[in-house]
């Protein structure tokens, strides 16, 4: 009886363990993330390549800034290709007026362009489930989120950004 106890008490304490390494292993990914999006801006900042703020470049583009959350400042943008990557801190959660909610993860990348940004990885939306968001499209005053399938949403609750509110898993 004692060597049963005793080997499903290590099995037991193996798994605790290997969870706790996995998630060291995640936070040092998540920091490592944020410390390559800043040194980066730092790299283009000294070689005199200043990039405009996200929501200016978002405004640019026709999209509204509350589409990421506000302490997604670190990105990088390819002009020629529209390959946007955004940085943010952690994964996080932002709420919006109209109810709905967006889960970013700590790199959102995909292609922009004018009104619409496509190729989404790093979000995901609320309905009934988390589903991927693929597209989100802007129209006057209708912004169209794809995941999965097309939902149209009020532009005027996305104007405003918003800070995101931490998770523990994307």
Partial sequence: MDQILNKVGSYWLGQKANKEIDSVGDDINSLSTSIEGGAKWLVNKIKGKMQKPLPELLK???????ILPRDATNYEFNEETGKLSVFIPTICEVGYKDSSVLRFFTTVTGY????????????????????KVTCITSDGSKLYVTAGMKKTRNREAYEVSRDGVSVNKF
Avoid: Q
């Fill in 112 to 131: 922009l362009e004018k009104g619409k940004l496509a190729d989404i990885e790093g979000m995901k939306t609320k309905v009934m489930i988390w589903v």
């Fill in 60 to 66: 640019e583009y026709d999209l509204p800034i509350g």
